[in-house]
Protein backbone atom coordinates (compact mmCIF):
# COMPACT_ATOMS: atom_id res chain seq x y z
CA UNK A 1 0.00 0.00 0.00
CA UNK A 2 2.68 1.99 0.88
CA UNK A 3 5.04 2.59 -2.02
CA UNK A 4 4.01 4.46 -4.79
CA UNK A 5 2.31 6.63 -2.23
CA UNK A 6 5.74 7.35 -0.41
CA UNK A 7 7.30 7.75 -3.58
CA UNK A 8 4.92 10.62 -4.26
CA UNK A 9 5.19 12.01 -1.20
CA UNK A 10 8.84 11.92 -1.04
CA UNK A 11 9.25 13.96 -4.82
CA UNK A 12 6.19 15.94 -3.19
CA UNK A 13 8.54 17.31 -0.53
CA UNK A 14 11.40 17.84 -3.15
CA UNK A 15 9.11 19.94 -5.08
CA UNK A 16 7.79 21.90 -1.91
CA UNK A 17 11.04 22.42 -0.98
CA UNK A 18 12.35 24.01 -4.25
CA UNK A 19 9.16 25.94 -4.62
CA UNK A 20 8.88 27.65 -1.30
CA UNK A 21 12.74 28.62 -1.14
CA UNK A 22 13.19 31.19 -4.27
CA UNK A 23 10.26 33.43 -5.25
CA UNK A 24 9.01 31.99 -7.75
CA UNK A 25 6.07 32.73 -9.76
CA UNK A 26 3.28 30.48 -8.34
CA UNK A 27 1.71 28.07 -10.67
CA UNK A 28 -1.39 26.62 -10.59
CA UNK A 29 -3.04 23.64 -12.43
CA UNK A 30 -6.79 23.35 -13.24
CA UNK A 31 -8.66 20.02 -12.60
CA UNK A 32 -11.93 19.16 -14.29
CA UNK A 33 -13.66 16.80 -12.45
CA UNK A 34 -16.28 14.87 -14.87
CA UNK A 35 -19.09 12.37 -13.78
CA UNK A 36 -19.40 9.63 -17.08
CA UNK A 37 -21.30 7.56 -14.28
CA UNK A 38 -24.97 6.47 -14.84
CA UNK A 39 -25.19 7.52 -11.22
CA UNK A 40 -24.59 9.97 -8.71
CA UNK A 41 -20.90 10.07 -6.91
CA UNK A 42 -19.54 11.82 -4.15
CA UNK A 43 -15.57 12.64 -5.50
CA UNK A 44 -13.53 13.12 -2.51
CA UNK A 45 -9.52 14.63 -2.49
CA UNK A 46 -7.21 14.85 0.18
CA UNK A 47 -4.09 15.13 1.30
CA UNK A 48 -1.40 17.23 2.05
CA UNK A 49 0.20 17.75 5.55
CA UNK A 50 -2.18 21.02 5.48
CA UNK A 51 -4.20 20.79 3.20
CA UNK A 52 -7.86 19.97 4.90
CA UNK A 53 -9.47 17.92 1.53
CA UNK A 54 -12.40 18.10 0.62
CA UNK A 55 -15.49 16.26 -0.98
CA UNK A 56 -18.77 16.96 -2.56
CA UNK A 57 -21.84 15.59 -4.83
CA UNK A 58 -21.85 15.09 -8.32
CA UNK A 59 -24.74 13.89 -10.38
CA UNK A 60 -24.60 11.96 -13.55
CA UNK A 61 -23.20 14.29 -16.58
CA UNK A 62 -22.17 16.91 -13.93
CA UNK A 63 -18.30 18.05 -13.71
CA UNK A 64 -16.79 20.33 -11.24
CA UNK A 65 -13.60 22.58 -11.76
CA UNK A 66 -11.13 22.98 -9.40
CA UNK A 67 -7.56 24.72 -8.99
CA UNK A 68 -4.44 23.55 -6.90
CA UNK A 69 -1.36 24.85 -6.53
CA UNK A 70 2.10 23.87 -7.17
CA UNK A 71 3.08 21.60 -3.87
CA UNK A 72 0.01 20.08 -3.62
CA UNK A 73 0.36 16.35 -3.23
CA UNK A 74 -2.67 14.09 -2.99
CA UNK A 75 -5.60 11.83 -3.79
CA UNK A 76 -9.00 11.81 -5.91
CA UNK A 77 -11.41 9.11 -5.64
CA UNK A 78 -15.11 8.61 -5.77
CA UNK A 79 -17.43 7.09 -3.39
CA UNK A 80 -20.77 5.31 -4.26
CA UNK A 81 -23.89 4.42 -2.81
CA UNK A 82 -23.99 6.99 -0.29
CA UNK A 83 -26.27 8.28 2.03
CA UNK A 84 -26.03 11.52 4.35
CA UNK A 85 -27.76 13.13 6.73
CA UNK A 86 -28.04 17.03 7.10
CA UNK A 87 -25.10 18.01 8.71
CA UNK A 88 -23.18 16.03 5.95
CA UNK A 89 -22.34 12.49 8.04
CA UNK A 90 -23.40 9.43 6.76
CA UNK A 91 -21.49 6.57 4.95
CA UNK A 92 -20.87 5.41 1.60
CA UNK A 93 -20.88 1.84 0.38
CA UNK A 94 -17.13 2.42 -1.44
CA UNK A 95 -14.49 4.76 -0.81
CA UNK A 96 -15.98 6.16 2.62
CA UNK A 97 -14.68 8.58 4.48
CA UNK A 98 -17.27 9.04 7.30
CA UNK A 99 -18.62 12.46 5.58
CA UNK A 100 -19.64 14.39 2.57
CA UNK A 101 -16.48 16.53 3.25
CA UNK A 102 -13.75 14.17 3.87
CA UNK A 103 -10.90 15.29 6.67
CA UNK A 104 -9.54 11.46 5.74
CA UNK A 105 -8.49 9.48 2.66
CA UNK A 106 -11.42 6.95 1.89
CA UNK A 107 -11.67 3.35 3.10
CA UNK A 108 -10.92 0.64 0.35
CA UNK A 109 -11.90 -0.69 -2.19
CA UNK A 110 -11.19 2.74 -4.39
CA UNK A 111 -9.79 3.29 -7.59
CA UNK A 112 -7.71 6.31 -7.01
CA UNK A 113 -5.92 9.12 -8.80
CA UNK A 114 -2.52 10.66 -7.37
CA UNK A 115 -1.25 13.74 -8.44
CA UNK A 116 2.08 15.77 -6.99
CA UNK A 117 2.46 19.42 -8.70
CA UNK A 118 5.33 21.21 -9.42
CA UNK A 119 7.13 22.41 -12.51
CA UNK A 120 6.75 18.82 -13.57
CA UNK A 121 3.28 17.26 -12.72
CA UNK A 122 3.23 13.36 -11.44
CA UNK A 123 0.22 11.61 -11.95
CA UNK A 124 -0.79 7.77 -11.60
CA UNK A 125 -4.08 5.42 -10.80
CA UNK A 126 -3.55 2.86 -8.22
CA UNK A 127 -5.09 -0.25 -7.52
CA UNK A 128 -3.83 -0.98 -4.30
CA UNK A 129 -6.52 0.01 -2.67
CA UNK A 130 -8.98 -2.11 -4.75
CA UNK A 131 -11.00 -0.30 -7.74
CA UNK A 132 -14.64 0.62 -7.27
CA UNK A 133 -15.41 2.42 -10.58
CA UNK A 134 -13.39 3.15 -14.11
CA UNK A 135 -11.29 6.61 -13.53
CA UNK A 136 -9.51 8.07 -16.63
CA UNK A 137 -6.87 10.95 -16.40
CA UNK A 138 -6.14 12.94 -19.44
CA UNK A 139 -4.05 15.75 -19.93
CA UNK A 140 -4.62 18.69 -22.39
CA UNK A 141 -2.03 21.25 -23.52
CA UNK A 142 0.87 19.83 -21.94
CA UNK A 143 4.33 19.35 -22.91
CA UNK A 144 6.41 16.21 -21.95
CA UNK A 145 4.57 12.09 -21.78
CA UNK A 146 1.49 13.44 -20.81
CA UNK A 147 -0.20 9.98 -21.80
CA UNK A 148 -3.84 9.05 -20.34
CA UNK A 149 -3.75 6.95 -17.12
CA UNK A 150 -6.12 4.73 -16.41
CA UNK A 151 -8.36 1.60 -17.30
CA UNK A 152 -9.46 0.22 -20.72
CA UNK A 153 -12.55 -1.43 -18.88
CA UNK A 154 -14.31 -1.41 -15.92
CA UNK A 155 -12.82 -4.15 -13.83
CA UNK A 156 -15.63 -4.67 -12.10
CA UNK A 157 -17.09 -7.11 -14.52
CA UNK A 158 -13.74 -9.09 -14.37
CA UNK A 159 -13.16 -9.15 -10.68
CA UNK A 160 -12.32 -12.83 -9.41
CA UNK A 161 -15.13 -13.55 -7.35
CA UNK A 162 -13.24 -14.29 -4.35
CA UNK A 163 -12.41 -10.50 -4.23
CA UNK A 164 -15.47 -9.27 -5.55
CA UNK A 165 -17.71 -6.77 -2.92
CA UNK A 166 -21.19 -7.09 -3.90
CA UNK A 167 -24.48 -5.68 -2.85
CA UNK A 168 -27.30 -8.16 -3.87
CA UNK A 169 -25.54 -9.96 -7.18
CA UNK A 170 -24.30 -7.11 -8.43
CA UNK A 171 -20.37 -6.37 -7.95
CA UNK A 172 -19.72 -2.71 -6.45
CA UNK A 173 -16.29 -2.93 -5.92
CA UNK A 174 -12.84 -5.16 -6.73
CA UNK A 175 -10.85 -5.76 -3.33
CA UNK A 176 -7.47 -5.97 -3.35
CA UNK A 177 -5.35 -9.14 -2.70
CA UNK A 178 -4.07 -7.84 0.22
CA UNK A 179 -7.20 -6.32 1.93
CA UNK A 180 -8.97 -10.02 1.53
CA UNK A 181 -6.03 -11.73 2.47
CA UNK A 182 -4.17 -9.64 4.65
CA UNK A 183 -0.64 -11.73 3.42
CA UNK A 184 2.30 -10.37 3.29
CA UNK A 185 3.50 -11.44 -0.01
CA UNK A 186 0.05 -9.51 -1.58
CA UNK A 187 1.00 -6.50 1.21
CA UNK A 188 4.38 -6.29 -0.18
CA UNK A 189 5.57 -6.02 3.74
CA UNK A 190 7.55 -8.17 6.07
CA UNK A 191 10.20 -10.16 4.60
CA UNK A 192 8.20 -9.05 0.93
CA UNK A 193 8.47 -5.72 1.72
CA UNK A 194 11.22 -4.82 -1.16
CA UNK A 195 10.31 -4.66 -4.91
CA UNK A 196 13.01 -7.74 -5.24
CA UNK A 197 10.81 -9.57 -2.60
CA UNK A 198 7.38 -8.40 -3.51
CA UNK A 199 6.30 -9.58 -6.94
CA UNK A 200 3.28 -9.57 -8.75
CA UNK A 201 0.19 -12.12 -7.81
CA UNK A 202 -2.31 -14.07 -10.08
CA UNK A 203 -4.44 -11.01 -8.90
CA UNK A 204 -2.44 -8.34 -9.31
CA UNK A 205 -1.98 -9.62 -12.79
CA UNK A 206 -5.38 -10.03 -13.57
CA UNK A 207 -5.76 -6.11 -12.57
CA UNK A 208 -3.12 -5.02 -14.90
CA UNK A 209 -4.77 -6.70 -17.48
CA UNK A 210 -7.36 -4.34 -17.53
CA UNK A 211 -5.18 -1.50 -15.98
CA UNK A 212 -2.35 -1.43 -18.06
CA UNK A 213 -1.59 2.32 -17.28
CA UNK A 214 -1.91 1.61 -13.14
CA UNK A 215 -0.82 0.16 -10.00
CA UNK A 216 -2.06 -2.80 -9.81
CA UNK A 217 0.51 -3.75 -6.79
CA UNK A 218 2.49 -1.84 -4.19
CA UNK A 219 5.94 -2.50 -6.01
CA UNK A 220 4.11 -2.40 -9.50
CA UNK A 221 6.45 -0.89 -12.44
CA UNK A 222 7.32 2.74 -11.16
CA UNK A 223 6.86 3.55 -14.94
CA UNK A 224 2.90 3.31 -14.25
CA UNK A 225 3.62 7.04 -12.85
CA UNK A 226 3.35 9.67 -15.67
CA UNK A 227 4.46 12.75 -15.86
CA UNK A 228 3.68 15.95 -17.71
CA UNK A 229 4.15 19.88 -17.46
CA UNK A 230 1.89 22.68 -17.74
CA UNK A 231 -1.30 20.41 -18.60
CA UNK A 232 -4.86 20.98 -17.20
CA UNK A 233 -5.94 18.26 -16.20
CA UNK A 234 -9.19 15.81 -16.80
CA UNK A 235 -9.99 13.20 -13.83
CA UNK A 236 -13.19 11.57 -15.28
CA UNK A 237 -14.94 8.19 -13.75
CA UNK A 238 -16.53 6.00 -15.31
CA UNK A 239 -14.73 6.55 -18.75
CA UNK A 240 -11.50 3.82 -19.95
CA UNK A 241 -8.46 6.25 -20.62
CA UNK A 242 -8.70 5.98 -24.20
CA UNK A 243 -11.93 7.59 -24.58
CA UNK A 244 -12.73 11.10 -25.67
CA UNK A 245 -14.96 12.91 -23.07
CA UNK A 246 -13.20 15.93 -22.74
CA UNK A 247 -11.99 18.84 -25.10
CA UNK A 248 -10.23 21.96 -25.30
CA UNK A 249 -12.21 24.78 -26.86
CA UNK A 250 -11.49 28.42 -26.82
CA UNK A 251 -9.36 27.78 -24.12
CA UNK A 252 -11.70 25.90 -21.93
CA UNK A 253 -11.67 22.59 -21.49
CA UNK A 254 -15.24 21.27 -22.26
CA UNK A 255 -16.76 17.67 -21.22
CA UNK A 256 -19.69 16.09 -22.68
CA UNK A 257 -21.22 12.88 -24.93
CA UNK A 258 -21.16 10.76 -21.51
CA UNK A 259 -24.56 9.55 -20.80
CA UNK A 260 -26.78 12.42 -21.77
CA UNK A 261 -25.83 12.04 -25.57
CA UNK A 262 -24.96 16.00 -27.15
CA UNK A 263 -25.95 17.76 -23.75
CA UNK A 264 -23.11 19.27 -22.30
CA UNK A 265 -22.05 18.48 -18.84
CA UNK A 266 -23.25 20.96 -16.06
CA UNK A 267 -19.87 22.88 -14.71
CA UNK A 268 -20.01 23.33 -11.25
CA UNK A 269 -17.03 26.28 -10.15
CA UNK A 270 -14.61 25.82 -7.28
CA UNK A 271 -11.69 27.02 -6.31
CA UNK A 272 -8.99 24.49 -4.86
CA UNK A 273 -5.85 26.01 -3.34
CA UNK A 274 -2.71 23.94 -2.27
CA UNK A 275 -1.77 24.17 1.30
CA UNK A 276 1.46 26.19 1.45
CA UNK A 277 -0.33 29.01 0.44
CA UNK A 278 -3.98 28.49 2.39
CA UNK A 279 -2.90 27.47 6.41
CA UNK A 280 -6.35 29.45 6.59
CA UNK A 281 -7.91 27.79 3.87
CA UNK A 282 -10.92 28.49 2.14
CA UNK A 283 -13.56 26.07 0.54
CA UNK A 284 -15.82 27.82 -1.31
CA UNK A 285 -17.87 25.60 -2.31
CA UNK A 286 -21.37 25.65 -4.55
CA UNK A 287 -23.50 23.22 -5.71
CA UNK A 288 -26.00 24.14 -8.22
CA UNK A 289 -28.51 20.44 -9.05
C1 LIG B 1 -26.52 18.12 13.24
O1 LIG B 1 -25.65 18.96 14.01
C2 LIG B 1 -26.33 19.62 15.06
C3 LIG B 1 -25.34 20.59 15.74
O2 LIG B 1 -24.02 20.13 15.63
C4 LIG B 1 -26.88 18.59 16.05
O3 LIG B 1 -27.57 19.26 17.09
C5 LIG B 1 -27.83 17.66 15.30
O4 LIG B 1 -28.27 16.64 16.18
C6 LIG B 1 -27.15 17.05 14.10
N1 LIG B 1 -28.11 16.31 13.34
C7 LIG B 1 -27.91 15.06 12.96
C8 LIG B 1 -28.98 14.44 12.13
O5 LIG B 1 -26.89 14.44 13.25
C1 LIG C 1 -14.33 20.50 5.19
O1 LIG C 1 -13.61 20.13 6.36
C2 LIG C 1 -12.50 20.95 6.62
C3 LIG C 1 -11.79 20.39 7.82
O2 LIG C 1 -12.65 20.15 8.88
C4 LIG C 1 -12.95 22.39 6.82
O3 LIG C 1 -11.81 23.20 7.02
C5 LIG C 1 -13.70 22.86 5.59
O4 LIG C 1 -14.21 24.14 5.80
C6 LIG C 1 -14.85 21.92 5.29
N1 LIG C 1 -15.47 22.32 4.04
C7 LIG C 1 -16.78 22.33 3.87
C8 LIG C 1 -17.27 22.71 2.52
O5 LIG C 1 -17.56 22.05 4.77
C1 LIG D 1 -4.53 24.42 -26.17
O1 LIG D 1 -4.45 23.59 -27.32
C2 LIG D 1 -5.36 23.93 -28.36
C3 LIG D 1 -5.22 22.92 -29.46
O2 LIG D 1 -5.20 21.62 -28.96
C4 LIG D 1 -5.07 25.34 -28.83
O3 LIG D 1 -6.04 25.70 -29.78
C5 LIG D 1 -5.13 26.30 -27.66
O4 LIG D 1 -4.75 27.59 -28.07
C6 LIG D 1 -4.22 25.86 -26.55
N1 LIG D 1 -4.40 26.74 -25.40
C7 LIG D 1 -3.39 27.13 -24.66
C8 LIG D 1 -3.75 28.03 -23.50
O5 LIG D 1 -2.26 26.80 -24.86
C1 LIG E 1 -4.62 -17.21 -7.70
O1 LIG E 1 -3.89 -18.32 -7.17
C2 LIG E 1 -4.55 -19.00 -6.12
C3 LIG E 1 -3.65 -20.07 -5.58
O2 LIG E 1 -2.34 -19.57 -5.42
C4 LIG E 1 -5.84 -19.58 -6.64
O3 LIG E 1 -6.52 -20.19 -5.57
C5 LIG E 1 -6.70 -18.48 -7.21
O4 LIG E 1 -7.85 -19.01 -7.80
C6 LIG E 1 -5.95 -17.69 -8.26
N1 LIG E 1 -6.74 -16.53 -8.66
C7 LIG E 1 -6.79 -16.08 -9.92
C8 LIG E 1 -7.56 -14.84 -10.15
O5 LIG E 1 -6.20 -16.64 -10.82
C1 LIG F 1 4.70 7.88 -21.40
O1 LIG F 1 4.91 7.22 -20.17
C2 LIG F 1 4.31 5.93 -20.11
C3 LIG F 1 4.50 5.43 -18.69
O2 LIG F 1 5.80 5.61 -18.24
C4 LIG F 1 4.96 5.03 -21.16
O3 LIG F 1 4.34 3.77 -21.11
C5 LIG F 1 4.75 5.65 -22.53
O4 LIG F 1 5.41 4.88 -23.50
C6 LIG F 1 5.27 7.07 -22.57
N1 LIG F 1 4.89 7.68 -23.82
C7 LIG F 1 5.67 8.50 -24.51
C8 LIG F 1 5.09 9.08 -25.76
O5 LIG F 1 6.80 8.76 -24.12
C1 LIG G 1 -8.22 3.43 -28.50
O1 LIG G 1 -9.08 4.03 -29.44
C2 LIG G 1 -8.67 3.85 -30.78
C3 LIG G 1 -9.61 4.63 -31.67
O2 LIG G 1 -10.80 4.94 -31.04
C4 LIG G 1 -8.65 2.35 -31.13
O3 LIG G 1 -8.21 2.18 -32.45
C5 LIG G 1 -7.73 1.64 -30.17
O4 LIG G 1 -7.77 0.26 -30.40
C6 LIG G 1 -8.13 1.91 -28.74
N1 LIG G 1 -7.15 1.32 -27.85
C7 LIG G 1 -7.50 0.66 -26.76
C8 LIG G 1 -6.37 0.14 -25.95
O5 LIG G 1 -8.65 0.48 -26.43
C1 LIG H 1 2.30 22.74 7.69
O1 LIG H 1 2.03 23.58 8.79
C2 LIG H 1 3.03 23.56 9.79
C3 LIG H 1 2.60 24.43 10.95
O2 LIG H 1 1.30 24.86 10.83
C4 LIG H 1 4.35 24.07 9.21
O3 LIG H 1 5.37 24.00 10.18
C5 LIG H 1 4.71 23.18 8.02
O4 LIG H 1 5.87 23.70 7.40
C6 LIG H 1 3.59 23.14 7.01
N1 LIG H 1 3.94 22.18 5.97
C7 LIG H 1 3.94 22.47 4.68
C8 LIG H 1 4.31 21.36 3.77
O5 LIG H 1 3.64 23.57 4.23
Known sequence: MANPHATLLTVSFVFI???????????TKS????????????????????????????????SAVYTASDGWSGRIWARTGC???????GKCKTGDCGSVNCTSPGSPPATIAEFTLGSLDFYDISLVDGFNLPIAVQTFNGTGNCSSAGCDGDLRQSCPSELALKDGDKVTA???????????EFCCRGMYGNPEACSPSNYSKSF?????A???????DPTSIITCTGAKFAVIFCASRNQTVCSYRDNRLECNGGVHGSTAYKAIPHSWWGLMFSLAFMFNL???S
Open 17 to 27: VIATAPKLCVS
Open 31 to 62: FTIVNNCKETIWPGMTHSENFSGGGFTLKAGQ
Open 83 to 89: DFDKNGS
Open 174 to 184: CRSACDVFKRD
Open 208 to 212: KQVCP
Open 214 to 220: AYSYAYD
Open 286 to 288: WIT
